[in-house]
């Protein structure tokens, strides 16, 4: 950590935020800590912008090619699971997937939408190149749910999603300030892709309407069917992921969760 001493100084304390990717950091001098990162991606400086993410302190390129980031640290805790269903999370969801200044500056950035068709050839062609519909038969259940399910995701309208939604990734400040953090993983999508599973994983069937309600939408059929199709689909991209890295156990669990998206979808949508 000699080049993050360089670039703060040697009055600063600097230990690892942990992390997989190891290139956070906490640097802390007196009564001031900073939230350092090496290589975030230049979308932070519009999400700090809006307030989606801690203000953004400076950014400074090292002598290496190395871009380093200071946001603010704050005082707060990760949401709880059943805090998910809390109002001000949909609020928070609804801001970000109707901002034209951080959809603008992810496609500025390169970023382009990845079509549900496209989505849906490449995950055929992964799992048939890894043999995974003669391992599971519910893998083929799947993918013909996504076939028939396919037509209703096409021309919705495509916003920037955060694509890794859970409650490990909403912090709450002191001062009840709400903020959704690690944007390694957005992309330009249909906002079901977000919200689908919020509702999936967090609020109670029932409670649906109200919280589409809440965030503004209406809930319809048609809504549902695109909001299980991502779902089916990420679950097939995560099951690809473990069973590459020979990680048994994790597939088995990631069988288990397709199992019950097929039960859902082939006893809500398709009977």
Known sequence: MNWLNHALGKEWNIAPAGGLTGDAYIAENQNRRLFLKRNSSPFLAVLSAEGIVPKLIWTKRMENGDVITAQEWIEGRELKPEEMQHPRVAELLHKIHHSSELLHMLMRLGKRPITPDENFKNLKRQIHANNLVQKFAEVQDALNYLEQLLPVTREQKQVVCHCDLNHNNLLLTKDGQLYLIDWDNAMIADPVMDFGVLLKWYIPM????????????????????????YLLADSLSY??????????EKVQERLRDLRDLNTHVYEAILN
Not at 207 to 220: A, C, E, I, P, R
């Open 206 to 229: 029932e409670d649906w309407n109200s919280w589409l309600k809440q965030y503004g939408v209406v809930h319809d059929k048609k809504l549902i069917e695109r909001m299980y199709w």
């Open 239 to 248: 099951l690809l992921w473990h069973n590459e890295r020979n990680e048994s």
